[in-house]
């Protein structure tokens, strides 16, 4: 009886979260009615009760012109109850510096998992200007490291390079490079060096 009046309770909540700490304690009750995090009921939970801000309850931009590029690009790899709020972090490599100018992008986002874990995880995007922002056109698979940088866009592809561990070093302390190669066209990932 207790457990059936706390899901309606919880069934009245608003759809969206309102802070960081909302937004976890939405994601605590469902892993509660509906866990463990596998189970495809408490995905369902997550993104039926704890969504996204809508459009009117978006964060301002910020000052950079940009906006917000950690919510824009949790809410585009769908990681709004997946990844810790307010513990990721975004990199944003654009084919120009000024947001009116820029048409494509690659945005990385590295976040840790509710749940746990012992490593920050990555998801990768590219996306294109649409008539009402950027907009993801598909993950990119095959890229790795941190510290994406020196974005070079030529043609339909787009080189970037990361830093990522050389053999034998720690996973704490990189200190090799790696550049790859994205094909806009195919979404192919290519690396041309590194460790």
């Known amino acids: ?47 039926d009760r704890c969504a996204a801000p809508s459009a009117a309850q978006a964060p301002a931009p910020v000052s950079n012109g940009w906006g917000d590029l950690n919510g824009l690009l949790m809410q585009s790899f769908g990681l709004h109850g997946v990844a810790i709020p307010g513990e990721g972090g975004s990199y944003w490599l654009p084919d120009a510096v000024d947001p009116g100018a820029a048409t494509t992008a690659l945005g990385f986002y ?36 941190q510290n994406p940088r020196d974005p070079v866009f030529s043609g339909t592809t787009v080189e970037v390079t990361t830093t990522m561990p050389r053999p034998g070093e720690p996973r704490c302390c ?22």
């Open 110 to 145: 590295y976040y840790i998992p509710v749940g746990g874990g012992n490593a920050t995880r990555l998801s990768v995007g590219h996306f294109q200007r649409t008539r009402v922002g950027f907009t993801l056109v598909r993950p990119v698979v095959g890229i790795f490291g």
């Open 1 to 47: 009886m207790r457990r059936a009046a706390l899901a309606l309770c919880l069934a009245a909540l608003p759809a969206t979260a309102q802070d960081g700490m909302e937004l976890q304690r939405c994601v605590w009750r469902c892993l509660s009615e509906f866990g463990p995090a596998t189970a495809p009921a408490y995905h369902q939970c997550v993104a």
């Open 174 to 195: 990189p200190t090799g490079q790696v550049r790859w190669s994205y094909d806009r066209r195919t979404g192919a990932v290519t690396q041309l060096s590194g460790p």
